[in-house]
Nanobody, 118 residues
Framework: QVQLVESGGGVVQAGGSLRLSCAASGRTFSSFVMGWFRQAPGKEREFVAAIMWTGRSTYYTDSVKGRFTISRDNAKNTVYLQMASLKPDDTAVYYC???????????WGQGTQVTVSS
């Protein structure tokens, strides 16, 4: 079992930055692929970014490429999502997730709200 707790959400103006953190506890953090998803009001949850076990490989949805950066610190059992040049369309609840492989996520955090004002 893995417990995931997100933090760092808030309200920011368009063009601003935020860094989300996700602290994991339970099973060995470095054995998991970590990801971030988001869900805007009235929309389905969508993939944002993922990072493989060692952090050497990362993946992003097209709409955040060049603006968001996912990273992980296996010594701290934490994954981060650095968000820059934020847009109102980035407004959503952001969820941290963990899984054995990319695309197969078994554990989810409770989510953190990000609101970007225009």
């Amino acid at each position: 079992q893995v417990q995931l707790v997100e933090s760092g959400g808030g309200v920011v103006q368009a063009g601003g930055s935020l860094r989300l953190s996700c602290a994991a506890s339970g099973r060995t953090f470095s054995s998991f692929v970590m990801g971030w998803f988001r869900q805007a009001p009235g929309k389905e949850r969508e993939f944002v970014a993922a990072i493989m076990w060692t952090g050497r490989s990362t993946y992003y949805t097209d709409s955040v490429k060049g603006r968001f950066t996912i990273s992980r610190d296996n010594a701290k059992n934490t994954v981060y999502l650095q968000m820059a040049s934020l847009k109102p369309d980035d407004t959503a609840v952001y969820y941290c997730t963990a899984g054995a492989t990319r695309g197969q996520y078994d554990y989810w955090g409770q989510g953190t709200q990000v609101t970007v004002s225009s």
